[in-house]
């Protein structure tokens, strides 16, 4: 069956570093495009950035543009977010997505002093 598997969240300060995750198994990962939403407490699921299926287009919300990239290996049916310069209302719990329907359970990332 279709997994995936979000890791690498945690507690950073301001303007640290994180990267994320998000390990793909029981489809073909290639072939589909991936996404990272976030979902802060209290707060709507927002997308935060795609990836096209090959990696060679990204789009990415206005709020994270310039601080995060995502990226993907095919070869590991793996996909990431480098997350830079972060800041304290980027604390949500992070999941990636395939498909309409396909998600990750979640990785907690809270930015704090």
């Known amino acids: 069956q279709v997994q995936l598997v979000e890791s690498g969240g945690g507690l950073v300060q301001p303007g640290g570093s994180l990267r994320l995750s998000c390990a793909a198994s029981?489809?073909?990962?290639?072939?589909?495009?991936m996404s990272w939403y976030r979902q802060a407490p209290g707060k709507e699921r927002e997308l935060v950035a795609v990836?096209?299926?090959?990696?060679?287009?990204?789009k990415y919300a206005d709020s994270v543009k310039g601080r995060f990239t995502i990226s993907r290996d095919n070869a590991k049916n793996t996909v990431y977010l480098q997350m830079n310069s972060l800041k304290p209302e980027d604390t949500a719990v992070y999941y990636c997505?395939?498909?309409?329907?396909?998600w990750g359970q979640g990785t907690q990332v809270t930015v704090s002093s």
């Open positions: 029981g489809f073909t990962f290639s072939t589909y495009a």
């Open positions: 997505k395939a498909r309409a329907d396909w």
């Open positions: 990836i096209s299926s090959a990696g060679g287009s990204t």
